[in-house]
Protein backbone atom coordinates (compact mmCIF):
# COMPACT_ATOMS: atom_id res chain seq x y z
CA UNK A 1 0.00 0.00 0.00
CA UNK A 2 1.53 3.47 -1.03
CA UNK A 3 2.70 5.42 2.11
CA UNK A 4 0.87 9.38 2.06
CA UNK A 5 3.57 12.20 2.52
CA UNK A 6 2.46 12.52 5.92
CA UNK A 7 3.69 9.28 6.43
CA UNK A 8 6.84 9.82 4.88
CA UNK A 9 7.78 12.72 6.63
CA UNK A 10 7.47 11.15 9.88
CA UNK A 11 8.93 7.91 9.32
CA UNK A 12 12.04 10.09 8.17
CA UNK A 13 12.32 12.56 10.73
CA UNK A 14 13.80 10.09 13.03
CA UNK A 15 16.98 9.57 11.33
CA UNK A 16 15.76 6.68 8.98
CA UNK A 17 14.86 4.39 12.17
CA UNK A 18 11.09 4.33 11.19
CA UNK A 19 11.84 3.09 7.48
CA UNK A 20 9.04 0.90 6.39
CA UNK A 21 10.43 -2.58 7.17
CA UNK A 22 8.82 -4.76 4.70
CA UNK A 23 9.69 -3.11 0.93
CA UNK A 24 6.22 -3.14 -1.07
CA UNK A 25 8.46 -4.65 -4.10
CA UNK A 26 10.68 -6.99 -2.89
CA UNK A 27 12.10 -8.06 -6.08
CA UNK A 28 13.27 -4.67 -7.05
CA UNK A 29 14.90 -4.95 -3.35
CA UNK A 30 16.48 -8.33 -4.08
CA UNK A 31 17.73 -7.24 -7.67
CA UNK A 32 20.12 -4.68 -6.09
CA UNK A 33 22.11 -7.22 -4.01
CA UNK A 34 22.96 -9.69 -6.70
CA UNK A 35 26.40 -10.42 -6.83
CA UNK A 36 29.01 -9.97 -9.70
CA UNK A 37 29.01 -8.90 -13.23
CA UNK A 38 25.40 -11.06 -12.96
CA UNK A 39 23.71 -8.81 -11.80
CA UNK A 40 21.23 -6.71 -13.34
CA UNK A 41 21.94 -3.40 -15.55
CA UNK A 42 20.42 -1.24 -18.33
CA UNK A 43 22.98 -1.96 -20.74
CA UNK A 44 22.69 -3.36 -23.68
CA UNK A 45 22.31 -7.16 -24.12
CA UNK A 46 25.95 -7.57 -25.42
CA UNK A 47 27.61 -5.88 -22.62
CA UNK A 48 25.18 -8.03 -20.18
CA UNK A 49 28.70 -9.96 -18.31
CA UNK A 50 30.92 -6.53 -18.55
CA UNK A 51 32.26 -5.86 -15.15
CA UNK A 52 32.27 -1.97 -15.30
CA UNK A 53 35.21 -0.81 -13.36
CA UNK A 54 35.51 2.61 -15.72
CA UNK A 55 32.68 5.61 -13.78
CA UNK A 56 34.51 5.14 -10.20
CA UNK A 57 31.11 3.75 -9.02
CA UNK A 58 30.20 1.81 -6.01
CA UNK A 59 29.79 -1.68 -7.27
CA UNK A 60 27.56 -3.02 -3.93
CA UNK A 61 24.43 -0.46 -4.97
CA UNK A 62 22.89 1.35 -2.38
CA UNK A 63 22.20 -0.41 1.22
CA UNK A 64 19.32 -2.34 2.77
CA UNK A 65 18.11 1.05 4.28
CA UNK A 66 17.81 3.12 0.92
CA UNK A 67 16.62 0.26 -0.97
CA UNK A 68 13.95 -0.17 1.80
CA UNK A 69 13.77 3.26 1.24
CA UNK A 70 13.12 3.05 -2.47
CA UNK A 71 10.51 0.78 -2.79
CA UNK A 72 8.66 2.43 -0.24
CA UNK A 73 8.67 5.25 -1.84
CA UNK A 74 7.50 4.32 -5.57
CA UNK A 75 4.01 4.23 -4.68
CA UNK A 76 4.40 8.59 -4.20
CA UNK A 77 6.11 8.72 -7.64
CA UNK A 78 3.44 11.09 -8.22
CA UNK A 79 3.69 13.72 -6.02
CA UNK A 80 5.94 16.58 -6.28
CA UNK A 81 9.24 16.57 -3.89
CA UNK A 82 9.05 19.27 -2.06
CA UNK A 83 8.23 17.69 1.49
CA UNK A 84 11.08 15.06 0.72
CA UNK A 85 13.41 17.86 0.33
CA UNK A 86 12.91 19.18 3.33
CA UNK A 87 13.79 15.75 5.31
CA UNK A 88 16.82 15.32 3.75
CA UNK A 89 17.91 19.14 4.02
CA UNK A 90 17.42 18.08 7.58
CA UNK A 91 19.13 15.09 7.59
CA UNK A 92 22.28 16.49 5.99
CA UNK A 93 22.61 19.35 8.22
CA UNK A 94 22.16 16.78 11.45
CA UNK A 95 25.14 14.29 9.41
CA UNK A 96 27.16 17.84 9.53
CA UNK A 97 26.40 19.80 12.53
CA UNK A 98 25.19 23.06 10.57
CA UNK A 99 22.21 24.42 9.98
CA UNK A 100 19.64 23.47 7.21
CA UNK A 101 19.91 27.16 5.97
CA UNK A 102 23.50 25.99 4.89
CA UNK A 103 22.40 22.81 2.97
CA UNK A 104 21.54 23.38 -1.08
CA UNK A 105 20.28 19.88 -2.33
CA UNK A 106 21.21 19.41 -6.32
CA UNK A 107 20.67 16.13 -9.07
CA UNK A 108 23.60 14.58 -8.16
CA UNK A 109 26.71 17.06 -7.20
CA UNK A 110 27.02 18.03 -10.88
CA UNK A 111 24.38 20.43 -10.80
CA UNK A 112 26.15 21.85 -7.28
CA UNK A 113 29.32 22.39 -9.81
CA UNK A 114 27.30 23.58 -12.86
CA UNK A 115 25.36 26.27 -10.21
CA UNK A 116 28.69 27.22 -8.75
CA UNK A 117 29.98 27.66 -12.10
CA UNK A 118 27.01 30.03 -13.62
CA UNK A 119 26.59 32.13 -9.92
CA UNK A 120 30.82 32.68 -10.03
CA UNK A 121 32.03 33.05 -13.21
CA UNK A 122 31.63 35.16 -16.11
CA UNK A 123 32.97 36.65 -19.32
CA UNK A 124 35.59 38.68 -17.06
CA UNK A 125 35.59 35.78 -13.88
CA UNK A 126 37.58 32.93 -14.97
CA UNK A 127 37.43 29.75 -13.40
CA UNK A 128 40.42 28.06 -12.79
CA UNK A 129 40.55 24.57 -12.34
CA UNK A 130 43.39 21.52 -13.07
CA UNK A 131 44.47 19.44 -15.32
CA UNK A 132 43.20 16.53 -14.91
CA UNK A 133 40.44 16.85 -12.40
CA UNK A 134 36.75 16.34 -12.63
CA UNK A 135 35.88 18.02 -16.12
CA UNK A 136 32.26 19.04 -15.51
CA UNK A 137 33.25 22.58 -14.38
CA UNK A 138 35.34 23.59 -17.25
CA UNK A 139 32.86 22.46 -19.69
CA UNK A 140 30.55 23.97 -18.27
CA UNK A 141 31.97 27.49 -18.15
CA UNK A 142 33.15 27.01 -21.89
CA UNK A 143 29.60 26.70 -22.40
CA UNK A 144 28.57 29.79 -21.03
CA UNK A 145 31.76 31.75 -23.05
CA UNK A 146 33.56 32.11 -19.64
CA UNK A 147 37.34 31.65 -19.98
CA UNK A 148 38.87 28.59 -18.48
CA UNK A 149 42.30 28.55 -16.45
CA UNK A 150 44.27 24.96 -16.23
CA UNK A 151 46.98 24.09 -14.07
CA UNK A 152 48.39 20.84 -14.63
CA UNK A 153 49.34 18.76 -11.90
CA UNK A 154 52.78 18.21 -10.56
CA UNK A 155 54.77 15.10 -10.78
CA UNK A 156 53.70 13.33 -7.70
CA UNK A 157 49.98 13.44 -9.01
CA UNK A 158 48.95 16.28 -6.66
CA UNK A 159 46.89 19.30 -7.58
CA UNK A 160 49.44 21.74 -7.39
CA UNK A 161 47.97 24.05 -4.75
CA UNK A 162 50.65 27.20 -5.27
CA UNK A 163 50.39 27.65 -9.16
CA UNK A 164 46.55 27.13 -9.03
CA UNK A 165 46.38 29.91 -5.85
CA UNK A 166 48.80 32.23 -7.90
CA UNK A 167 46.81 32.03 -10.95
CA UNK A 168 43.57 32.74 -8.85
CA UNK A 169 43.88 36.82 -9.22
CA UNK A 170 40.64 38.47 -10.69
CA UNK A 171 38.83 34.80 -11.18
CA UNK A 172 35.53 33.87 -10.27
CA UNK A 173 36.15 30.33 -9.39
CA UNK A 174 38.58 27.84 -8.00
CA UNK A 175 38.08 24.39 -8.62
CA UNK A 176 39.47 22.21 -5.91
CA UNK A 177 38.96 18.33 -6.35
CA UNK A 178 39.77 17.06 -3.03
CA UNK A 179 40.40 14.01 -3.30
CA UNK A 180 41.07 14.43 -6.96
CA UNK A 181 39.73 13.16 -10.00
CA UNK A 182 41.39 11.46 -11.72
CA UNK A 183 44.62 11.07 -9.72
CA UNK A 184 43.20 9.54 -7.13
CA UNK A 185 45.13 11.97 -4.60
CA UNK A 186 43.98 14.24 -1.53
CA UNK A 187 45.62 17.08 0.68
CA UNK A 188 46.09 17.47 4.36
CA UNK A 189 44.56 19.81 6.28
CA UNK A 190 47.32 22.67 6.60
CA UNK A 191 47.61 22.66 2.67
CA UNK A 192 44.07 23.00 2.08
CA UNK A 193 44.49 26.24 5.06
CA UNK A 194 47.16 27.25 3.45
CA UNK A 195 45.89 27.34 0.23
CA UNK A 196 42.64 28.63 0.51
CA UNK A 197 44.72 31.82 2.28
CA UNK A 198 46.76 32.00 -0.44
CA UNK A 199 43.22 32.68 -2.64
CA UNK A 200 42.37 35.12 -0.37
CA UNK A 201 45.03 37.20 0.16
CA UNK A 202 45.29 36.96 -3.91
CA UNK A 203 41.54 37.48 -5.15
CA UNK A 204 39.57 38.31 -1.62
CA UNK A 205 36.54 38.33 -3.83
CA UNK A 206 36.92 35.15 -5.67
CA UNK A 207 35.04 31.81 -4.65
CA UNK A 208 36.88 28.03 -3.70
CA UNK A 209 34.58 25.14 -4.26
CA UNK A 210 36.10 22.02 -2.77
CA UNK A 211 34.87 18.97 -4.31
CA UNK A 212 34.77 16.40 -1.55
CA UNK A 213 32.73 13.44 -3.83
CA UNK A 214 35.43 10.94 -2.71
CA UNK A 215 35.98 12.13 0.90
CA UNK A 216 34.59 8.90 2.91
CA UNK A 217 37.30 6.81 0.93
CA UNK A 218 39.98 9.29 2.66
CA UNK A 219 42.70 7.26 4.36
CA UNK A 220 45.16 9.68 5.09
CA UNK A 221 45.23 11.23 8.47
CA UNK A 222 46.31 14.33 7.54
CA UNK A 223 42.73 15.25 6.10
CA UNK A 224 40.12 16.59 7.28
CA UNK A 225 36.97 17.90 5.35
CA UNK A 226 36.16 21.51 4.67
CA UNK A 227 32.55 21.69 5.74
CA UNK A 228 33.32 23.62 9.09
CA UNK A 229 35.24 25.79 6.94
CA UNK A 230 32.54 26.30 4.35
CA UNK A 231 29.81 27.12 6.99
CA UNK A 232 31.92 29.78 8.14
CA UNK A 233 33.69 31.40 4.69
CA UNK A 234 31.31 32.88 2.40
CA UNK A 235 33.78 32.63 -0.32
CA UNK A 236 34.28 28.44 0.38
CA UNK A 237 31.81 26.08 -1.17
CA UNK A 238 32.05 22.04 -0.35
CA UNK A 239 29.81 20.12 -2.44
CA UNK A 240 29.26 15.62 -1.89
CA UNK A 241 27.40 13.27 -3.79
CA UNK A 242 25.59 10.25 -3.11
CA UNK A 243 26.97 8.57 -6.07
CA UNK A 244 29.62 6.96 -4.12
CA UNK A 245 29.78 5.11 -1.09
CA UNK A 246 26.41 5.31 -0.95
CA UNK A 247 26.57 3.90 -3.82
CA UNK A 248 23.40 5.76 -5.57
CA UNK A 249 24.86 6.72 -8.97
CA UNK A 250 22.24 5.89 -10.69
CA UNK A 251 19.67 8.38 -8.68
CA UNK A 252 21.70 12.05 -8.97
CA UNK A 253 21.56 13.17 -5.63
CA UNK A 254 24.22 15.31 -4.10
CA UNK A 255 24.38 18.61 -1.87
CA UNK A 256 26.35 21.37 -1.07
CA UNK A 257 27.35 22.93 2.29
CA UNK A 258 28.04 26.77 2.29
CA UNK A 259 27.57 29.65 4.38
CA UNK A 260 23.78 31.08 4.94
CA UNK A 261 24.67 33.85 2.63
CA UNK A 262 26.28 31.37 -0.25
CA UNK A 263 23.47 29.06 -0.05
CA UNK A 264 20.77 31.63 -0.61
CA UNK A 265 23.07 32.42 -3.82
CA UNK A 266 23.08 28.93 -4.82
CA UNK A 267 19.27 28.40 -4.36
CA UNK A 268 18.85 31.27 -6.97
CA UNK A 269 20.50 29.12 -9.78
CA UNK A 270 19.00 25.34 -8.88
CA UNK A 271 16.92 24.26 -11.45
CA UNK A 272 13.24 23.56 -8.79
CA UNK A 273 12.49 20.28 -7.58
CA UNK A 274 15.56 18.97 -9.44
CA UNK A 275 15.90 16.01 -7.31
CA UNK A 276 13.30 13.06 -7.67
CA UNK A 277 11.04 11.62 -4.80
CA UNK A 278 12.95 8.28 -4.76
CA UNK A 279 16.57 9.59 -4.50
CA UNK A 280 15.37 11.51 -1.77
CA UNK A 281 13.79 8.95 0.26
CA UNK A 282 17.17 7.12 -0.40
CA UNK A 283 19.32 9.82 0.58
CA UNK A 284 17.40 10.44 3.64
CA UNK A 285 17.99 6.48 4.48
CA UNK A 286 21.42 6.23 4.11
CA UNK A 287 22.76 9.79 4.94
CA UNK A 288 23.70 8.53 8.73
CA UNK A 289 23.94 4.80 7.90
CA UNK A 290 27.33 4.22 9.72
CA UNK A 291 27.00 1.22 9.48
CA UNK A 292 26.87 0.93 5.91
CA UNK A 293 29.68 3.79 5.02
CA UNK A 294 32.09 2.07 7.28
CA UNK A 295 31.04 -1.80 5.53
CA UNK A 296 31.81 -0.13 2.30
CA UNK A 297 34.81 1.87 3.12
CA UNK A 298 36.28 -2.13 4.16
CA UNK A 299 35.15 -3.39 1.11
CA UNK A 300 36.97 -0.89 -0.53
CA UNK A 301 39.99 -0.99 1.03
CA UNK A 302 40.37 -4.70 0.57
CA UNK A 303 39.59 -4.75 -3.31
CA UNK A 304 41.98 -1.72 -3.44
CA UNK A 305 45.03 -3.14 -1.80
CA UNK A 306 44.45 -6.62 -3.97
CA UNK A 307 44.57 -4.80 -6.96
CA UNK A 308 47.24 -2.53 -5.84
CA UNK A 309 49.43 -5.50 -5.21
CA UNK A 310 48.46 -7.25 -8.65
CA UNK A 311 50.18 -4.14 -10.87
CA UNK A 312 52.99 -3.20 -8.04
CA UNK A 313 53.91 -7.12 -8.51
CA UNK A 314 53.87 -6.44 -11.99
CA UNK A 315 56.51 -3.89 -12.22
CA UNK A 316 53.56 -0.86 -12.51
CA UNK A 317 53.90 2.35 -10.47
CA UNK A 318 50.92 2.71 -9.26
CA UNK A 319 49.90 6.27 -7.51
CA UNK A 320 48.93 6.80 -3.88
CA UNK A 321 44.68 6.51 -3.67
CA UNK A 322 42.23 8.06 -1.42
CA UNK A 323 39.53 7.15 -3.26
CA UNK A 324 37.65 3.86 -4.57
CA UNK A 325 40.11 3.82 -8.01
CA UNK A 326 43.77 3.42 -8.75
CA UNK A 327 45.90 5.39 -11.05
CA UNK A 328 48.41 3.12 -13.32
CA UNK A 329 51.34 4.38 -15.01
CA UNK A 330 51.75 1.45 -17.94
CA UNK A 331 54.71 3.56 -19.53
CA UNK A 332 52.76 2.99 -23.16
CA UNK A 333 49.96 4.12 -24.74
CA UNK A 334 46.72 2.43 -22.33
CA UNK A 335 44.96 2.97 -25.72
CA UNK A 336 45.11 -0.78 -27.09
CA UNK A 337 44.96 -2.31 -23.06
CA UNK A 338 41.66 0.02 -22.93
CA UNK A 339 40.35 -2.27 -26.17
CA UNK A 340 41.90 -5.19 -25.14
CA UNK A 341 40.38 -5.17 -21.64
CA UNK A 342 36.73 -4.43 -23.37
CA UNK A 343 36.77 -7.59 -26.07
CA UNK A 344 37.60 -9.68 -22.96
CA UNK A 345 34.59 -8.18 -20.70
CA UNK A 346 36.55 -5.29 -18.68
CA UNK A 347 35.79 -2.03 -18.95
CA UNK A 348 38.64 0.39 -17.63
CA UNK A 349 38.80 4.12 -17.69
CA UNK A 350 38.85 6.60 -20.25
CA UNK A 351 41.94 9.04 -21.03
CA UNK A 352 42.98 12.13 -18.80
CA UNK A 353 45.72 14.02 -20.86
CA UNK A 354 48.28 15.11 -20.15
CA UNK A 355 48.71 11.92 -18.12
CA UNK A 356 48.86 9.91 -21.69
CA UNK A 357 50.26 6.93 -20.22
CA UNK A 358 48.28 6.22 -17.27
CA UNK A 359 45.62 4.26 -17.09
CA UNK A 360 42.73 4.90 -14.11
CA UNK A 361 41.02 1.34 -12.88
CA UNK A 362 37.69 1.61 -10.88
CA UNK A 363 37.17 -0.42 -7.79
CA UNK A 364 34.97 -3.21 -7.94
CA UNK A 365 33.80 -6.16 -5.64
CA UNK A 366 37.14 -8.31 -4.52
CA UNK A 367 35.54 -11.12 -7.28
CA UNK A 368 35.29 -8.55 -9.61
CA UNK A 369 38.73 -7.30 -9.31
CA UNK A 370 40.46 -11.06 -8.93
CA UNK A 371 38.39 -11.48 -12.32
CA UNK A 372 39.94 -8.08 -13.62
CA UNK A 373 43.39 -8.84 -13.27
CA UNK A 374 43.45 -11.89 -14.91
CA UNK A 375 42.25 -9.88 -17.98
CA UNK A 376 45.18 -7.53 -17.20
CA UNK A 377 47.86 -9.83 -16.96
CA UNK A 378 47.13 -11.06 -20.49
CA UNK A 379 46.56 -8.02 -22.19
CA UNK A 380 49.46 -6.64 -20.53
CA UNK A 381 52.10 -9.67 -21.19
Known amino acids: MPVSRRQFVSSLGLGGA ?3 AAPAFPALAARGREAGPARWRPAAAAEAGLIRLDSNENPNG ?19 PDAAEEVLVAAVARAHGVGAENVVLGAGSSE ?48 DLDAMGARAAGAGLVFFCNPNNPTATVHGEAAVRAFLGQVRRTSPATTILVDEAYHEYV ?27 FGMAGLRCGYAIAHRDTAATLQKWRLGSSVSVL ?34 GAGYRVGPSDTNFLMIDLRRDPQPVRMACRANGIAVGRPFPPLTNWLRVSI ?16 LA
Open 112 to 159: ILRMCVEAFTGPQRALVTAAPTFEPPAEFAQLLGHPVVTVPVDAALRL
Open 364 to 379: GTLEEMRQATEVFRRV
Open 18 to 20: GLL
Open 279 to 312: ALAAATATVEDRAHIEAEQRANREAKAFTRAFFE
Open 62 to 80: PGARALAALTGMLGEANRY
Open 219 to 245: DDPAYRSAVPIAVEDPMVVVSRTFSKV
